[in-house]
């Protein structure tokens, strides 16, 4: 996703208006009054042939009329004069341009799909940026613009709201006005024909007036790009997200379990989770959510203590926290017996800590201060009703005079309205959160407990995978090859079986049967109790039609039972193409849990990975969790952590846990595998056995296509890039690997980092440091392949438990347009030429991105770094403000850039 020119979108000097107007209540006409009488400091030039002025001001007849470009067209003409004047504005050197609503908008799918073409082979040719067509418009109270539609001019502030829908733009205005809530920019993006949420996202990301960013979503456009500017906004401040259409019906029918369970809105909930984004469900909560986080510490943990002189709405706040998935807090024994010393005997001894009815101010700020010291306590939630013998306000007066500034948390809730209202102000004034109910106040503390989770999921260091495994991709070739040029579209259970084989993934052996007769003498090779399943392509749940027989001992009955299978399936489907049995062992593991994992591919985000309980109910029991590939043994595990048979998982009363490293890694594997064959279009494996001793597959049904994308994009978060690894064989005989960085090299990233000396320090980093920090070095190694990259030189082997000796990386700008590296050697390994192998690997890839040019900043004395760019052909400028330093840079060739999708 480009920002190229977004700065003339949000930020021009100049603004014209095509289609201003002296209509009462036409869009042209306020459109120019919201311009004209918002302040904007520029030139605003009204275009309209029937007009001399608008607002007073000289009307221009068109655009060849103006006396200067102007860097921003806002359009308010009807559709099918759009593309035409674009094309003019593009030709003059008009960079920005937004479409807004007018009376003849188009409605139909395929005309609106038609004029967004138009529009954007227009502005493409001249680099000119489009917002809407169907937008309310957009503003920046900051600067004075409002360059749109709406009913009222919003004010100044922190928060950004973008939305596709003006409608909701101009509700959210309207809700905010009254409660003197600002913004710094609110867009209006229309049907998103070039500038999406994207774009908005990756611009925001770097203003420095933007707090915090609120979305509104009916759909997303380009996934990939969505991803890669989310997780990047979110890294930078809170981005909150409501997405609309939370209920509708799946458009397609879905054969698999999988695509039965992973509707389209679990889909973006699993997407807003991997970016760090937090959901919220409407618009008041929108609010609430990016509150919360600006008046509040966000906690260590989801641990929720609660004070309060009612025990009523304690249970009352309670039920809600546990109901919303919450924990109380568990108050430590020193805790207790410090508030047993501040309170005596009159209190509830447990959490809700009960204060009762006499709770004054000097209770409770006792009990807040010892609970505030209990490790154990990640915020506290003071609650209070309205008594006539302790006064609400008082109380209020004394928890905001001894309110710490560290943790914990503190929210409050003064339950009423005629009595609580001053103390409710009183909060207000000292930025202290406070809520009507106390269900209100536990779902702010979740926001804060659900903000940090994700914030975590960004930056944590994985574990490294356990295991290496090399898959058989020619194995898995073979078979999907010769299936599609059988013309099939699902494979049968021994070929999806012998698929997760190849990826080392543990299943049963199952074999096939053309007849009752070779299933009997498969039964007796195998010499024990089996397992007799029918195998049809268009049965996809073979124990709706008693397809499966279980624990069959013997040839005989093994005869029998797929003789009576084939008859009885053949009565129940007789449309249905029979092709045998399979015979596999029945597999006998007692206290065993039944799980499914599997895979769908989703129109928008492409392969999607659901865990959760199996068997023959799972659509029933609907317990399970989507996350996107790639995933880490860290991203499996929460994937895990998300359902309700985890608990189970983990162990409880006699019987032992699960061996969740398998499950895992198993999840992993499913992951790489979708991640590497296109063809695969529905994967469920269900039941996957699971116990204290591992994992098998029992079953496994897996339909395939023709690839329609076989490179990374059809994924929404670019996979690791195996092609750029590389052996490199040092003069002195030892084999190293040059390959990109992974999220579990932290560990060996920081013990090269230790090494350095002092020197070798400040020369990279400019400033003495001993050591890199967690933050620092997650940033480093957990990259978004789709913008940045770092190549590391290393032992082969597991990551994260190998040598580093050598590291370079390149963080691309959202445009493409530039990309600042940084190249790090080992200082035993200098003079081994391997920061030119470095450099020059880096520049191949920054070609192979056409990227338009990399450059770095060096120190005046770092001669050994400024003759390594010199012999590159880097050209050096000093960089401003910074005399002891040099920028030097490499203009690449690159392509013309495209604006749009």
Not at 37 to 61: D, I, K, Q, T, W
Not at 111 to 140: C, F, T, W, Y
């Amino acid at each position: 996703m480009t920002i190229r020119n977004l700065d003339r979108l949000f930020k021009p000097k100049s603004v014209t208006i095509i289609g201003a107007s002296r209509q009462t209540s036409s869009v042209g006409a306020v459109l120019a009054r919201n311009l004209f009488r918002a302040g904007f400091a520029g030139p605003v030039m009204p275009v309209n042939p029937r007009h001399e002025s608008v607002e007073g001001v000289l009307c221009y007849r068109d655009v060849a009329s103006l006396p200067l470009t102007p860097d921003l067209a806002v359009i308010a003409i009807p559709c099918d004069g759009i593309p035409a004047v674009i094309d003019e504005l593009g030709a003059r050197g008009t960079k920005a341009a937004i479409v807004l609503t007018t009376g003849d908008t188009v409605r139909s799918a395929g005309a609106a799909e038609a004029q967004r073409k138009n529009i954007l082979e227009a502005a493409r040719p001249h680099g000119l940026r489009v917002v809407g067509p169907d937008s309310l418009g957009v503003m920046v109270p900051g600067t004075h613009l409002n360059a749109s539609a709406a009913h009222l001019t919003p004010a100044p502030g922190r928060l950004a709201f973008v939305a596709q829908s003006g409608a909701v733009v101009s509700a959210v205005l309207d809700w905010a006005a009254p409660r003197g809530i600002g913004f710094s920019h609110l867009v209006s993006l229309g049907d998103m024909a070039d500038v999406d949420f994207g774009a908005v996202l990756d611009y925001l990301a770097n203003d420095g007036g933007t707090r915090g960013i609120l979305l509104y979503i009916e759909a997303v456009t380009n996934a990939r790009r969505f991803m890669s500017a989310a997780r990047a906004a979110a890294r930078s401040k809170p981005v909150i997200v409501v997405k609309a259409g939370r209920n509708v019906e799946a458009a397609r029918a879905v054969a698999s379990h999988t695509g039965a369970l992973a509707g389209a809105d679990a889909v973006y909930d699993a997407v807003f989770r991997r970016a760090g984004m937090l959901r919220v469900q409407g618009l008041e909560e929108l609010f609430d959510a990016v509150e919360i986080l600006g008046l509040a510490h966000v906690p260590a943990n989801d641990r929720l203590a609660i004070v309060t002189n009612s025990g009523g709405i304690g249970v009352l706040a309670t039920d809600a926290l546990i109901d919303e998935g919450g924990r109380l807090a568990e108050l430590a024994p020193e805790t207790i017996a410090r508030l047993d010393r501040a309170l005596g005997s009159t209190w509830s001894h447990a959490n809700p800590v009960d204060l009762l009815s006499v709770a004054d101010g000097k209770r409770y700020v006792e009990a807040l201060a010892a609970i505030s010291d209990d490790p154990g306590v990640d915020a506290v939630l003071a609650l209070n009703c309205p008594v006539s013998i302790a006064s609400g306000v008082e109380a209020a007066q004394a928890i905001a005079a001894a309110k710490r500034k560290d943790r914990p948390a503190l929210l409050t809730s003064w339950v009423g309205a005629a009595t609580t209202l001053p103390a409710r102000r009183l909060f207000v004034d000292r930025r202290i959160p406070t809520y009507d109910t106390p269900a209100h106040a536990v779902q702010a503390f979740l926001y804060l407990v659900n903000y940090r989770r994700n914030q975590i999921m960004l930056m944590e260091t994985p574990p490294s995978v356990p295991e290496t495994f090399s898959p058989d991709i020619d194995r898995v070739r073979e078979t999907i090859d010769q299936a599609l040029a059988d013309g099939r579209d699902w494979l049968n259970e021994a070929e999806a079986k012998d698929i997760l084989a190849a990826y080392a993934i543990p299943v049963v052996p199952t074999r096939m049967a053309t007849t009752a007769d070779q299933a009997a003498w498969l039964a007796a090779e195998i010499g024990g109790p089996v397992v007799v399943k029918i195998i049809s392509p268009d049965i996809p749940h073979k124990t709706d039609v008693g397809g499966v027989a279980l624990d069959v001992v013997g040839p005989a009955a093994a005869k029998h039972a797929a003789a009576a299978m084939i008859e009885r399936v053949r009565s129940q489907r007789p449309d249905a193409r029979i092709a045998g049995v399979t015979v596999q062992p029945m597999i006998q593991r007692p206290g065993a849990f039944e799980l499914i994992v599997g895979t769908v591919i989703d129109p928008q985000f492409g392969p999607v990975i659901l865990f959760g309980h199996g068997g023959t109910a799972v659509e029933v029991v609907n317990d399970k969790a989507l996350g996107l590939p790639p995933l880490t043994m860290h991203l499996a595990r929460e994937l895990m952590t998300r359902t309700r048979i985890f608990k189970l998982l983990e162990g409880y009363r006699e019987l032992p846990s699960a061996n969740l490293e398998a499950i895992a890694l198993t999840i992993i594997k499913v992951s790489q595998l979708v991640t590497d064959v296109p063809e695969i279009l529905d994967l469920d494996i269900n039941p996957l056995l699971a116990d204290e001793y591992g994992v098998v597959a029992l079953d496994a049904r897996m339909r395939i296509g023709p690839a329609t994308s076989t490179g990374p994009e059809r994924l929404a978060i670019r996979p690791y890039p195996k092609e750029l690894e590389e052996r490199i064989r040092l003069g002195d005989g030892r084999e190293l690997l040059l390959r990109p960085v992974v999220p579990e090299d932290e560990p060996s990233l920081q013990a090269a980092i230790a090494q350095l000396s002092p020197e070798e320090m400040r020369l990279r980093f400019f400033a003495p440091m001993k050591t890199m920090s967690h933050v620092m070095a997650a940033r480093f190694t957990q990259l978004d392949y789709d913008r940045e990259m770092a190549l590391i030189l290393t032992e082969p082997g597991i990551p994260g438990t190998k040598k580093m000796y050598g590291v370079v990386s390149l963080n691309a700008d959202a445009s493409n347009e530039s990309g600042e590296y940084a190249i790090l050697v080992r200082g035993d390994m200098t003079g081994m030429g391997l920061g030119l192998l470095l450099m020059r690997r880096i520049i191949d890839y920054a070609k192979s991105r056409a990227i338009g040019e990399i450059y770095g900043d060096v120190l005046l004395e770092n001669h050994t770094m400024l003759r390594l760019c010199r012999a590159l052909g880097f050209v050096q400028s000093q960089v401003p403000d910074e005399p002891d330093q040099l920028r030097v840079t490499l203009k690449l060739p690159t392509p013309a850039p495209v604006v749009g999708p």
